[in-house]
């Protein structure tokens, strides 16, 4: 069954604030192997101009895939996430986020498409500071494969 296709643009409330921290950043960095110390000491970063530990470019995904539970959970658009792949991740940043940050996450259907059978969604991820600033934006496409002919 396909997606509905009245669902793009639809908009879900923010999340409650997660609390960024030095000790998930850390485990962030190790779990993908990159060692740069502005990931890890506060001192490196604040060489850098940073007021705490930065989080590795990637690290919003972490935050992300649990707000897309919101998403793909919504019994009103039909995902069937047991034929959902991970297709695609952007990001665009205003800055970095950092250690001490309160995040909230808005998501937002920005897409959805039928390809050779397949649903293809894209959501958007904004994410705010604990002052409504804008740090980041987090593009993820999803696609749930169409289902096998007996």
């Not at 909230?104 to 397949?118: F, P, Q, V």
């Amino acid at each position: 069954m396909a997606l509905d296709q009245s669902f793009v643009g639809r908009s879900y409330p923010p999340t409650r604030p997660y609390a960024v921290g030095r000790e998930q950043i850390r485990e962030f960095a190790e779990a993908i192997g990159d060692p740069n110390p502005v990931y890890t000491d506060p001192a490196a970063a604040r060489a850098l101009g940073h007021p705490d530990v930065i989080a590795p470019p990637t690290y919003p995904f972490a935050i992300t895939t649990r707000v897309a539970q919101q998403v793909i959970q919504d019994p009103e658009l039909g995902l069937d996430y047991t034929r959902v792949v991970h297709g695609d991740q952007k990001f665009g940043y205003t800055r970095p986020v950092h250690a001490g940050d309160v995040i909230t996450i808005t998501s937002h259907i920005e897409d959805i498409k039928s390809l050779a059978g397949n649903d293809v969604l894209l959501i958007r991820n904004e994410l705010h500071d604990e002052s409504g600033d804008h740090v980041a934006t987090v593009h993820t496409k999803l696609v749930a494969r169409a289902a096998e002919e007996a």
